[in-house]
Nanobody, 124 residues
């Protein structure tokens, strides 16, 4: 059974930091490209960041580049999203996703598996 489980969300003040984690099971993690997406209230799902199989390449949306860092530890089947300098507009449900093709895609349709999401709320 394939599972992606996110954790680490919560309430934080503007300017603060959070680290999200996503642990997978039922998949060979080292063969997967991994991505983070988010969906704010009344908004479409939005690409945040992606990382390739080895962790050697990353890709970010313009809105988070320089503030967020995606990383992975293949031995732990886990991908992380370190979020610094958070803004109220970062408020959303954050989802991790797995791509069997191992790409760095920003297109949600490229991803095969999704977690259930974790809420991040940034207060002003």
């Amino acid at each position: 059974q394939v599972q992606l489980v996110e954790s680490g969300g919560g309430l934080v003040q503007a300017g603060g930091s959070l680290r999200l984690s996503c642990t997978t099971s039922g998949l060979t993690f080292s063969t997967l490209g991994m991505g983070w997406f988010r969906q704010g209230p009344g908004k479409a799902r939005q690409f945040v960041a992606a990382i390739n199989r080895s962790g050697g390449s990353t890709h970010y949306s313009d809105s988070v580049r320089g503030r967020f860092t995606i990383s992975r530890v293949n031995a732990k089947n886990t991908v992380y999203l370190q979020m610094n300098s958070l803004k109220p507009e970062d408020t959303a449900v954050y989802y991790c996703a797995a791509d069997r093709g191992g790409s760095l895609s920003s297109y949600y349709g490229q991803y095969d598996y999704w977690g259930q999401g974790t809420q991040v709320t940034v207060s002003s």
